[in-house]
């Protein structure tokens, strides 16, 4: 590639001239390449090392003049091909015209001015804004990964660390190359190289530690192997960088989503000397995780910028040092200290934001006014103008909100009159319903008589408490978040305010805000569509709380149905889960239908993540995390629960429902409480604290069913002694409590416990130990859905079990590839996670033909992806253009371990229609002469030879059972006998040999083609070139006979052919030899004359359209209708469409040839096979240096 000019002080220095003339010099790396010696292989060992190779090619250009002891370097190269052509055009283009100037300085000056000018116009033309954005060093360091370990143009490099690979105990220090879909390691010392590539699909663990043989250390775990890699400069950059790309590979296994950079990233101010653009997407990613998390923001809301701060909090009357955060919809705040205050501002509330007078006591101080009288002064900013200006430009964006959310329960207006109702009439869902107005609770509530006792006025103490707390810290979403905020939840939410605090402290409100009208939308798209997830919520829905009387009704049942109906619409990927009805249910109670629609979404789709998609992913992963941390809080009784099983039966039930299924749910809807406010922190506390009390009891079970019971009883006595609404019976208290129901416990003192106990739970430290967990929960479910789909197919195959998991492994991991790196068509297509395991993943056409021509025992040279396209539309019977795993090894078991009739009725029907496509097949006679009626008299002769000839070939095979059916015409038919007659159409046709196609000739001359090639590479290569030809010779004249007989010619007295254990060249008429001297003509000879080459064969061996030549044939052998073609004729003349042959005269022709016999007999081995397509995908490979070997081939 042509560089920017740069000076050079010492041309010889560690390099070696091979080409030069009076103003250019061609230079060789010493070490890469031929020779090199000691000092060779110090200076590889060094660019290896000091990163030297990455900033300097192996090759490069140097500009000389007579006078100047400078050097300039203008081009480099990593091969020698590519510098040979820069400096072929040096000589062509600039050699003369700089040989003219008189003076040297005019020469560098040109010649600069030239390479300069030809960078900018290559810019200009190839390359891509995302490349304009790296560096040079970059660009050549990726440049070096595609090159070293074969990476096509679509694998992205995103960084590249210097470290220490441990091979044994040997440190092999080099270089670790992190791309998008893959971990790259490379090592050149004193002559050895080490090259490792793992793909982030088949990592198992990621772990970062330190220990004294491995100091600093990242352990990278597949199902086959472990790496250690330590010696970094910044292992916590690297590590946080691996575990974002091992995400996003889990991500890609989860949902067949592959990476998708972020175009609408802002360009940097500066091109970084280390950082790429990928790199920055990732920091930025990483960021906005950081920020939605903290504030339960939407998925779309992007971090445009955050700066240090103080804000002004009236109620404490003090500065509080901490963060300010601007996104596209957000101003946001969170102090310094945890817990002292947190805020956050929506855009669409902000009224003015002005710059107030500094002083020494408040420098530099921003005010934000919102529509709610709310004013919020920010001070000590950094950069005042930049900010103010960036918010202003975030305003102009914002569409003004129709309402404010000050309240949000209080302006949904009340008046459901009957004009509202009109204007709705026919709609699912409208103003008009109860539901749409007011929760369920709040509408069974609102007839009873006014409550005066002493939990009804514990429950207005509370109300005034956060009324007070409103008056103090604002309302809505811009209230002051403080560590009384959390006392007040923890004490409870009055059930007024409830639904109104679970929208705020959710996130939902703010999506709701942003969103009106939506939900009514969804809802009449979905009410009436029909699909698995509607069939599976009518099931439950009478099943969601039926204990509690808003269930009872159609009114509840309805608002539920809709609810769940339109999330299962806007999100299909989930649909519905079980335990989304009883969630939803107790979210309806609380809120209108609208309401409650939101808090499901901010519950699956962003506080509890992939725990309801259809393998509850995300709840096995917190099951995992609460295994760890049981172990690590409470290590005894791990052990002994580990040894029962317990933590895996408990746990599922605990977290997908919010303990809504195993508690009093006037207890449980306080943990929701808590839970919507501080996340998943809280279910881990309150499990761990459930099994602290029963400590004692569960460490002497002896079984899994006397532990859950114990549990199962604790539970079910949790209880709410606060609550003022009339108790709801919890059913599985009532089927368990016994004779003897142990003592109540106070659900407040529950979670209190609990935050004494193990209140040093951290949020980030939980986000570290479920990506931990996701590694080993994802890979888990694949070596699950690997065994199944052996367990299904061994029964059906001949395939051993290990031979059908590598299989598999194969299918899937050229599917996976196929995600991100390109395919005809889309992962989304070729992945289905409703379909059985064996049909998920799917392959097209290209995928198909490497997998073909890697596995395949049938090699046929430049014939294979011929054979190749027809195996798969042989494959494919839907005809959707994909292949499944069943499918794909249904085709490779009758290659390998079927028996000859079977491999030549595959290697037969290759050669017929659908798996002969007319492109290969030109002539369309034979679909028009075959199926006419005229003819039906004609062949009826030929038939019956037919039929006899079979039944000579296939004695063995038994009748059709034809007489079962003829006694039961007349019996009474009852259900079962239907049941049997549908189960009897289920059942999958078997295929005989009768079942099979006639072949016409140039269906006849492609299985000859096929046959030519697949026996190119064979020891016995000469003996069956002549079996086959004695075939073709015997089945050409089979056919001339049958079709004397179907064009109704005058008979012949030739006598016909012969059987299949006689020898039939010999004993033929003169016709016969003509028939011979026709296959001659057709290049058909014997293999002597056969040329070695196989493109040669492939065109010359059997040609369509010499076949039956004028010269070869008696006249009275020739129909009226037969068309003569001449060998100069090209391919697509009309050939005799007359002539075909059924696959018994095939298989009765092979079987007279002892050669063809054994071939087709012969057993294969798909291991070796198998084991070579491993190596070429190159998991470790360790060699001498290539670049002796592409040298040598250079010179030779």
């Not at 995400?247 to 972020?262: G, H, S, T, V, Y």
């Not at 929208?503 to 009410?527: C, I, R």
């Not at 050669?911 to 199926?931: D, G, Q, R, W």
Request: charged share 25%; net charge negative; hydrophobic share 40%.
């Amino acid at each position: 590639m042509w560089i920017e000019p740069e000076e050079v002080l010492l041309a010889g220095a560690l390099w070696v001239s091979e080409r030069a003339n009076p103003f250019f010099i061609l230079q060789r790396r010493r070490g890469h390449g031929r020779g090199g010696g000691l000092s060779g292989l110090l200076v590889g060992t060094l660019d290896v090392v000091l990163d030297s190779s990455a900033r300097v090619a192996p090759y490069r250009i140097l500009l000389q003049t007579a006078d100047s002891q400078i050097y300039w370097n203008i081009a480099c190269g990593s091969s020698r091909k590519e510098i040979t052509e820069h400096w072929d055009f040096l000589e062509s283009n600039l050699l003369q015209t700089i040989s003219i100037f008189d003076n040297d300085e005019d020469v560098i000056t040109f010649v600069k001015g030239k390479i300069s000018g030809i960078i900018a116009e290559e810019n200009r033309l190839k390359r891509s804004e995302e490349q304009e954005e790296n560096s040079g060093k970059f660009l050549e360091a990726e440049l070096k990964m595609r090159k070293l370990f074969g990476m096509p143009e679509e694998e992205k490099l995103v960084n590249y660390y210097s470290c220490s690979y441990w091979k044994g105990r040997v440190p092999r220090q080099g270089w670790l190359y992190l791309s998008i879909n893959h971990l790259c390691f490379y090592s050149f010392l004193l002559g050895k190289e080490v090259t490792l590539v793992v793909p982030w699909t088949e990592v198992t663990q990621l772990e970062k530690n330190a220990t004294l043989v491995f100091p600093e250390s990242v352990r990278v775990s597949t199902r086959n192997a472990e790496h250690f890699f330590s010696m970094f400069l910044n292992v916590n950059d690297t590590f946080k960088l691996m575990e974002q790309l091992a995400n996003i590979a889990m991500r890609q296994l989860l949902d067949n989503e592959a990476f998708a950079a972020d175009r609408s990233l802002p360009k940097a101010c500066k091109t970084l000397k280390n950082v790429s653009a990928l790199k920055r997407d990732f920091d930025a990613r990483a960021k906005n995780e950081r920020y939605r998390s903290m504030f339960r923001l939407t998925q779309d809301e992007r971090l445009d910028g955050h700066t240090d701060c103080t804000l002004w909090t009236p109620f404490a009357k003090m500065h509080v040092v901490g963060q300010l955060f601007i996104s596209n919809n957000y101003i946001c705040f969170s102090s310094r200290e945890e817990d002292l205050c947190q805020l956050i501002i929506p855009l669409r509330e902000v009224t003015i934001v002005e710059k107030a007078d500094s002083s020494s006591v408040l420098p530099c101080p921003v005010s934000i006014s919102t529509k709610n009288k709310m004013n919020f002064l920010f001070a000590n900013l950094k950069d005042r103008d930049f900010l103010v200006q960036r918010i202003s430009d975030f305003l102009q964006r914002t569409p003004d909100g129709s309402w404010s959310d000050t309240n949000p329960l209080s302006l949904i207006g009340s008046s459901g009159s009957t004009s509202v109702d009109s204007v709705h009439k026919g709609r699912h869902y409208h103003g008009g319903l109860p539901t749409a107005q007011q929760g369920l609770l709040r509408l069974y509530q609102q007839d009873g008589p006014e409550d005066l006792g002493p939990k009804a006025m514990k429950e207005r103490m509370k109300e005034e408490a956060w009324n007070i707390h409103f008056s103090e810290f604002g309302r809505g979403v811009c209230m002051y978040r403080t560590s009384r905020t959390r006392e007040l939840v923890l004490n409870g939410i009055p059930e007024r305010l409830r639904g109104e605090l679970w929208l705020l402290f959710s996130g939902a409100q703010n999506e709701m805000a942003s969103h009106p009208g939506y939900y009514g939308d969804l809802v009449e798209q979905a009410m009436g569509l029909c699909s698995l997830a509607t069939e599976e919520i009518e099931r439950d829905l009478h099943r969601s709380m039926p204990e509690h009387r808003a269930f009872q009704n159609e009114t509840g049942i309805a608002a539920l149905r809709r609810v769940l109906t339109a999330y299962a619409h806007r999100n299909p990927n989930i649909g519905y889960c079980q335990a989304m009805n009883i969630v939803t249910s107790v979210l309806l109670l609380y809120g209108t239908e609208e309401e409650a629609f939101w808090l499901l979404v901010a519950l699956c789709e962003r506080m509890l993540p992939d725990y309801y998609n259809t393998r509850v992913v995300g709840a096995l992963v917190d099951q995992g995390v609460f295994e760890e941390l049981t172990r690590a809080f409470l290590p005894p009784l791990y052990d002994h629960m580990q040894a029962l099983g317990v933590i895996t039966t408990i746990s599922l039930s605990w977290f997908l429902t919010l303990f809504l299924s195993v508690m009093p749910f006037d207890s449980a809807v306080l943990l929701v409480d808590c839970f919507f406010y501080e996340g998943i922190k809280l279910i881990f506390q309150v499990a761990l604290a459930v099994l602290h009390d029963n400590m004692d009891a569960l460490l002497v079970c002896s079984d899994e069913g006397e532990a859950m019971t114990i549990l199962g009883r604790y539970l079910d006595n949790v209880v709410n002694k606060q609550t003022v609404a009339p108790p709801t019976p919890h059913l599985h208290a009532l089927l368990t409590s016994g004779d003897d129901p142990p003592p109540e416990i106070d659900v407040f003192d529950l979670i209190k416990a609990s935050y004494e106990k193990f209140g040093s739970l951290r949020s980030d430290v939980i986000e570290q130990m479920r990506f931990k967990q996701r590694l080993k929960v994802i890979q888990s479910l694949e070596d699950t859905a690997k065994r199944s789909v052996v367990r299904a197919m061994m029964t059906e195959l001949a395939f051993s079990i290990e031979e059908l998991e590598e299989l598999y492994c194969l299918f899937k991991s050229k599917h996976m590839t196929s995600c991100y790196w390109g395919s005809s068509s889309s992962a989304a297509q070729r992945h289905d996670p409703s379909l059985p395991y064996l049909e998920q993943y799917r392959i097209d056409p290209v995928q198909f033909a490497q997998l073909f021509s890697a596995l395949s025992p049938w090699v046929c040279g430049s014939h294979t992806p011929t054979l190749s396209a027809r195996l798969f539309r042989l494959l494919d019977q839907n005809q959707d253009g994909l292949v499944n795993f069943k499918e794909f090894s249904t085709g490779l078991s009758g290659m390998y371990h079927g028996d000859l009739t079977e491999k030549l009725k595959l290697l037969f029907k290759l050669h017929l229609p659908p798996a002969l496509c007319a492109e290969e097949a030109e002539s369309a006679l034979e679909a028009t002469h075959f199926f006419t009626e005229d003819k039906l008299q004609e062949s009826s002769f030929l038939s019956d030879l037919d039929s006899v000839r079979q039944q000579e070939v296939t004695s063995g095979e038994e009748p059709k059972d034809g007489g079962e059916d003829v006694e039961e015409k007349k019996e009474v038919k009852d259900y079962r006998y239907y049941l049997r007659m549908w189960a009897k159409e289920k059942e999958p046709k078997r295929e005989t040999i009768k079942d099979l196609p006639r072949m016409n000739q140039e269906q006849f001359i492609e299985l000859c083609k096929t046959l030519y090639n697949m026996f190119s590479e064979e020891p016995s290569e000469q003996q069956l070139y002549h079996a086959i030809a004695t075939v073709a010779s015997l089945l050409l004249r089979i056919g001339e006979v049958g079709k004397k007989f179907g064009n109704g010619a005058k008979k012949v007295e030739a006598p016909p052919p012969a059987p299949p254990g006689m020898e039939g060249p010999g004993e033929g008429t003169s016709t016969d030899a003509q028939v011979c001297q026709a296959l001659a003509d057709a290049q058909l000879e014997p293999p002597a004359l056969l040329t070695s080459d196989e493109e040669t064969k492939d065109d010359t061996s059997v040609s369509s359209f010499s076949v039956v030549s004028s010269s070869s044939l008696q006249c009275e052998d020739i129909a009226d209708d037969t068309v003569l073609v001449s060998g100069e004729e090209r391919r697509g003349s009309a050939l005799d469409a007359d002539w075909t042959i059924t696959f018994e005269q095939v298989l009765a022709s092979l079987l007279t040839e002892p050669a063809l016999v054994e071939y087709f007999e012969r057993k294969m081995d798909i291991q070796a096979k198998m084991a070579a397509c491993k190596v070429q995908r190159a998991v470790e490979r360790q060699i001498s240096s290539a670049s002796d070997h592409e040298l040598s081939q250079h010179s030779s």
